[in-house]
């Protein structure tokens, strides 16, 4: 059935199974509600318990039988549904009551829990605070210690430099006392004993020359050369005995050492900014290797611990661990033998030798047989240090016989190293040694290792030269004869090194270059040992012994990046004239890729030099076989490389100048960025080139205030070392404001009267002055009161005042820009600035136009051509000249004054400068003022410290 049940004119149906079980569910429902209960027939409303409910059936209902049911429900006892509904009522109420309880009980569980909550926050807040606090106190504290071990290791460093000079003074006053000593004669003898002395020297030659004796050629000097010393002798009976019985004396076996020498401290020497390198070089993934050649195949050892201590402190990381991980092979060891002090290198390489199954014979010998007293004291300290136990005992069990007992001689540090000679001595241990080998049996190895071992290298040349008149072969060839083995190898070595240590060395590393295959730890290890003793020294003797150059060999023999490092440490990356001369030809006729090394690794000066070297060598001009064999852009930029930096602004001036039509644009970019010297030159070389003025071919080029202003900047009438004077920079800022802003019309004579003859500082000041009176800057005046060729010149002169770096991106820029490539001007600014500041154009190109200049040449440029640029570019930001920081310097000065290229410059103006040196320039410094000025060479002056010269430098990261 189904009950229906209208409440305010809504009809709401419940079909149910049993209509008794439900009835009273519907009448609480009535009462509950308070809504009326109207019959099924539509009569009045009535009381619920007098109700009679009528089922109604539902929409689309029907019975099985299709006829739909009708149920009467009569409601007729009223209490008992009171008493009912009156009971569920009560119910209903507790069950609210106890709701309403638990409601209460969870609001004030919630109150407890957030105050909970509240106690707990603030206690954990309280402990952060304290545990912020004790982080922050153990941070200092940890700063403070590191504070301390940098002291500390400073301090170590200062006191082992304070050491070493300390017995270097000692050594230095102890050689003063022997000399002063040696030089005492009793001044007291008359005169007229010299003379009877002399006289009887020359009865006693005379006596000897009529019964056929030819006097000695010490007797000879002496009653010529060395009259006094001759009677001093006489009075000193040693020493009359050992020129009486000395031969030659004891000049000739001094010997020269050092006469070329090798690698030099690196000039512009930053720790600091060479960690950076480096650190920028191996970071994230891969590894730019040519950085680490440039940075570290250039500097001396003392420099490169000076790096690995600034890596340290920087980034705290090792740089040893982290040249580690990035390098391997051949490359990591010539790495690892560079960071490497010489004690330690050298106590590295000895326990190689001895170490494990056999011995390498050859490099204990060298390294043992080739070093002084003050060398093995040290290595045998740091090979303590290094492996826990001496190195005597290692020697001593990997060793034997008489070759033992001589290294361990050695090791023993008993060589006298006076360099001293005393040809007496030399001749008693001559005799010694021919009658302990080829005077006897066998052999006395014992005496061998005495003489060999005992006396210096300048005492040793005189006993080889002593040993001619005992025996019939020289000291070598004996030692070879009553010798066998390592003990004469080793032997061999010591003689060798004390008659010439450069050609023992090339002897060595022809050796382990010979053959099939190359030794490479040898070839590390002599070349990383000698490249700052007497590397040149041993290339010249290779020179002379083999035939052929060591570099040349170096290069035949080795690959790589192995093969660039190598190369580095012969200081002067290999240069020779001659043979670039004989590369660039052969590459002129082979194309194999060389052209980069011979133009673009040197320096101009150096390919000026071998461009004579040509044409001496095959008389022809190269710049002529150039023109004819070459093609094209690279062409052009071949001969601008090898062309001297006037002579290429002449001849890129008259390029501009020549035929129809001006090239303007080339015209401004030389003649608006030139200094007066500059100018000077390049007007004196385009008079000689061409027999013309260059004023008057300028001149017949262009017209108006155009005309007048390129004259005027011709004739170089900038005041190069005006300093600046605020007065004089406010009125010139008014002067232009005058002839333009204010007034109708444009006064274009001011604006070249003022911008082509001042400074280039002041006119920078003057810039900066004027945006203070206008509410336009000087740029934008022009841009509103000129126009055309003569704005251009304008603003290029402006720019290049406030920053020649920008100036010179912005040309590179649009010389590439678009399609098609102005290669006149991208070829004369490379090459132009390459030597003076192309390092910080690039950076500026970055920073301006958001692309590395290397990506914008390699898009607009290729083959020889664009590997040239990229090497030039390369090469320029390896450099570490730094850049020019504007500074407030009073004063003037200039370069016949050795106050330095730069002149003046002031706060905020960049100083072009002409760049036949490095600009380097150092802040004023207190009353050390007048040498903080970089020289003529391009350092810091004598007034500035390693220190403030770093601080003065304004140094970029490239990308």
């Known amino acids: 059935v ?8 809504y009809e709401f149906s419940k079909k149910v199974p049993s209509l008794s079980s439900h009835f009273p569910w519907w009448v609480w429902l009535a009462r509950m509600s308070g809504v009326r209960i109207v019959p099924a027939e ?36 009223k209490q008992s549904l009171n008493q009912q509904v009156d009971a569920l009522v009560r119910r209903v109420d507790e069950q609210n009551t106890a709701l309403d309880k638990v409601l209460a009980t969870q609001d004030q569980v919630d109150q407890e829990w957030l105050a909970s909550l509240d106690r707990d926050s603030r206690g954990m807040e309280e402990r952060f605070t304290r545990l912020e606090t004790k982080l922050k106190q153990q941070q200092e504290l940890v700063d403070s210690i590191r504070n301390n071990q940098e002291h500390i290791r400073r301090l170590l460093t200062i006191h082992d430099k304070v050491a070493e000079q300390d017995r270097q003074i000692r050594m230095f006053v102890d050689g003063q006392k022997a000399l002063l000593s040696s030089l005492q004669q009793p001044m007291q003898e008359p005169f007229d004993l010299i003379r009877s002395l002399q006289s009887t020297q020359a009865q006693v030659m005379q006596a000897m020359t009529a019964v056929n004796m030819t006097p000695e050629d010490a007797v000879e000097d002496l009653s010529y050369m060395y009259p006094i010393p001759a009677v001093g002798a006489a009075l000193q009976p040693r020493r009359q005995r050992k020129l009486k019985t000395g031969g030659e004396g004891t000049g000739k076996y001094t010997y020269a050492a050092d006469l070329l020498g090798g690698m030099t401290p690196y000039p512009h020497f930053d720790a600091d900014l060479d960690a950076k390198k480096l650190f920028k070089a191996m970071k994230g ?54 960071m490497t002090t010489p004690a330690d290198f050298d106590a590295y390489s000895v326990h190689r030798a001895v170490k494990g199954l056999g011995t390498n014979d050859t ?17 045998k300290v740091a090979y303590a240090a290094r492996y826990g136990h001496d190195v005597e005992s290692d020697v001593r069990g990997d060793t034997s016989g008489s070759y033992q007992q001589l290294l361990l001689a050695i090791l023993a540090c008993q060589r006298d190293e006076s360099g001293t000679v005393d040809l007496e001595k030399a001749t008693d241990d001559a005799r010694r040694l021919y009658q302990a080998g080829e005077g006897k049996a066998g052999t006395d190895d014992n005496v061998f290792i005495t003489v060999f071992t005992r006396n210096n290298f300048n005492q040793l040349r005189a006993i080889a030269d002593m040993y001619k008149k005992f025996g019939e072969h020289d000291i070598d060839k004996i030692v070879s004869k009553e010798t066998s083995f390592n003990f004469r190898k080793a032997l061999t070595t010591i003689m060798h090194c004390a008659l010439s240590p450069p050609r023992l060395f090339a002897t060595l590393v022809h050796d382990a270059m010979k053959g099939a295959g190359t030794r490479n730890t040898t070839l590390i ?7 700052e003793v007497d590397l040149k020294d041993v290339c010249l003797a290779y020179q002379q012994m083999f035939k052929q150059s060591l570099q040349a060999r170096v290069r035949a023999e080795t690959s790589g990046n192995f093969q660039k490092l190598l190369l580095e440490l012969f200081a002067d990356d290999g240069f020779d004239p001659d043979a670039d001369a004989k590369t660039f030809k052969s590459e002129l006729e082979t194309r194999k890729k060389e052209f980069h090394r011979v133009l673009a690794h040197r320096t101009l000066a150096q390919r000026l030099q071998w461009r004579e070297a040509y044409l001496a060598n095959y008389r022809r001009s190269v710049v002529s076989d150039c023109e004819s064999k070459l093609s094209g852009d690279f062409r052009r930029l071949a001969v601008a490389m090898l062309t001297p930096a006037e002579e290429l602004a002449a001849v890129y001036v008259r390029k501009a100048v020549a035929g129809l039509g001006t090239n303007n644009t080339g015209l401004i970019e030389i003649l608006c960025s030139r200094s007066g010297a500059e100018m000077e030159k390049m007007k004196k070389t385009y008079q000689e080139l061409y ?153 500026s190109f970055f920073s301006q136009f958001k692309i590395t200049l290397e990506s914008m040449i390699t898009g607009d440029t290729s083959g020889h051509y664009r590997k040239v640029l990229l090497a030039l570019l390369e090469r320029a930001r390896l450099t570490n000249l730094p850049r020019v920081k504007p500074q407030q310097i009073a004063g003037s000065g200039g370069d016949d004054d050795g106050d330095g290229a730069a002149g003046h410059l002031q706060q905020g103006v960049h100083q072009p400068v002409d760049m036949v040196v490095p600009y380097v320039i150092a802040p004023s410094v207190g009353a050390g003022a007048p040498g903080a000025l970089g020289g003529a060479a391009g350092g810091p002056g004598r007034g500035s410290s390693s220190a403030t010269l770093r601080d003065s430098v304004v140094t970029h990261s490239h990308t």
């Open 363 to 379: 490099a204990l010998i060298e390294v043992l047989c080739t070093r002084t007293n003050d060398q093995i004291r040290a290595m």
């Open 525 to 531: 290890r002599i070349l990383v040992t000698r490249c």
């Open 691 to 843: 027999g013309r003025s260059l004023v008057d071919d300028v001149r017949a080029d262009t017209s108006g205030s155009y005309q007048t202003l390129l004259c005027a900047l011709i004739e170089a009438t900038r005041d190069e070392h005006e300093p600046i004077d605020q007065d004089k920079v406010t009125t010139a800022a008014a002067q232009l404001f005058k002839a333009g802003e204010q007034r109708l019309g444009t006064d274009e004579s001011a604006f070249i009267q003022v911008l082509t003859t001042h400074s280039w500082a002041v006119t920078g000041a003057i810039c900066e002055a004027y945006s203070k009176l206008c509410e336009y800057d000087l740029e934008r005046s022009i841009k509103r009161e000129t126009s055309l060729n003569f704005k251009r010149a304008l603003l290029a002169i402006i720019q290049v005042a406030r920053s020649p770096e920008s100036y010179f991106a912005s040309r590179l820029y649009h010389a590439m820009k678009g399609i098609g490539t102005r290669d006149d001007s991208l070829i004369f600014i490379m090459v132009d600035r390459a030597e003076k500041d192309l390092k910080f154009i690039a950076e």
């Open 2 to 9: 189904c009950v229906c049940v209208r409440v305010a004119g």
């Open 42 to 77: 539509g009569g009045p409303a009535a009381d619920p318990s007098d109700i009679e409910l009528t089922p109604q059936p539902m929409s689309g209902w029907a019975d099985p039988a299709g006829a739909v049911a009708e149920t009467s429900l009569a409601v007729s006892d």
């Open 285 to 338: 993934w891969g590894t730019r290797e040519r950085v680490l050649i440039a940075v570290l195949g250039s500097r001396v050892c003392e420099q490169r611990m000076q790096i690995a201590q600034a890596y340290n402190t920087n980034y705290r990381r090792d740089l040893m661990t982290d040249l580690h991980k990035e390098t391997s092979g051949n490359f990591q060891a010539l790495l690892d033998a560079l």
